[in-house]
């Protein structure tokens, strides 16, 4: 089944100590999207790439970095993670930049 | 900045009846709306999305989009406890921080 496959599902890490998430896709789609949720708030966006581009919102901290190797893979690196950024982290693939989109099934980050 | 705001709730229904969600946003030129299911502690699902003013149906669930009053609602009938979840409206990719649906048996 085509899928959207996030790894590890669950991550902790020390304050400070950089995070690697990754994020894999069997749908093809164009678009990769990583997103921040934290309990009780909405999915907050922190940038996406449509195909090799890279748009970056423009509040998302410059602790928080992505890579995108090739169509299928994503990564979101966490530099210094402090004790503000455990929650859930979400990515997601679309056709195109707008359109529906698919969840992968997060990786929640706890920072010691 | 664009705004995604609903009603979080939570907003209690009996099973059998229909629920309604609200949601309102601040960019006039929004063109893709859409309405995701998120159960606790899972990632969110596509329920359905809209394009055009007027209504659209997929089975028990029913999107309403007002253009010129901002406004989008989902329809669920015939509720059914399975459908307890948080529903997250999402314009283009400004998410609101959802509505919390619990169905009563």
């Known amino acids: 089944d085509a899928m959207v496959i996030q790894n590890p599902r669950y991550q902790v890490t020390q304050f400070g100590k950089p995070v690697t998430l990754s994020c894999s896709q069997t749908l093809n789609h164009n678009v990769m999207y990583w997103y921040q949720q934290k309990s009780s708030q909405a999915p907050k966006l922190l940038f996406h790439y449509y195909d090799k581009d890279f748009n970056n919102e423009a509040d998302t901290p410059d602790n928080f970095q992505s890579r995108r190797p090739n169509t299928s893979f994503c990564f979101l690196d966490i530099r210094s993670p402090g004790l503000g950024d455990a929650a859930m982290y979400l990515c997601?693939?679309?056709?195109?930049?707008?359109?529906?989109?698919?969840f992968g099934p997060g990786t929640r980050l706890t920072v010691l | 900045q664009k705004e995604v705001e609903q009603n979080s709730g939570p907003l209690s229904v009996p099973e059998g009846a229909i629920a309604s969600l609200n949601c309102t946003y601040s960019d006039r030129g929004s063109q893709s709306f859409f309405w995701y299911r998120q159960y606790s502690g899972k990632s969110p699902e596509l329920i359905m999305f809209i394009y055009s003013n007027g209504d659209k149906e997929d089975g028990r669930f029913t999107a309403q989009l007002n253009k010129a009053s901002q406004y989008v609602s989902l329809l669920i009938r015939d509720s059914q406890p399975s459908d307890s979840a948080t529903y997250l409206c999402?314009?283009?990719?400004?998410f609101g921080k959802g509505t919390l649906l619990t169905v009563n048996p």
């Open positions: 997601a693939t679309s056709r195109a930049p707008g359109d529906e989109q698919f």
């Open positions: 999402a314009v283009k990719l400004t």
